[in-house]
């Protein structure tokens, strides 16, 4: 059974960076692709981005040049670097894997 855990979120300025990390438990991750949404309130969750189980990405045009996603298997982690940030990258973050989502992390850019 997997079981996802963000982590990293914050209050941050704009031009800052942060770094978030989701955390899985389960036999099956090394052969998943793992996506990290965005939720805004009033706003359907949108894919932010997306790294499938051999390292290739996709990222959302709003992001591209500024969020790099990583994942490593060994310790069952997906990460999202995430620099030079703008207001409008505000909202919480969840990370999934399948049909399994993480309780999400807060993510709030002061301008």
């Known amino acids: 059974q997997v079981h996802l855990v963000e982590s990293g979120g914050d209050l941050v300025q704009a031009g800052g960076s942060l770094r978030l990390s989701c955390a899985a438990s389960?036999?099956?991750?090394?052969?998943?692709?793992v996506g990290w949404y965005r939720q805004v309130p009033g706003k359907e969750r949108e894919l932010v981005a997306r790294i499938g189980s051999s390292g290739s990405t996709t990222y959302t045009d709003s992001v591209k040049g500024r969020f790099t996603i990583s994942r490593d298997n060994a310790k069952k982690t997906v990460d999202l670097q995430m620099d030079n940030l703008k207001p409008g990258d505000k909202g919480v973050y969840l990370c999934?894997?399948?049909?399994?989502w993480g309780r999400g992390t807060q993510v709030t850019v002061s301008s």
């Open positions: 389960g036999s099956i991750f090394s052969i998943s692709a």
């Open positions: 999934t894997l399948g049909d399994v």
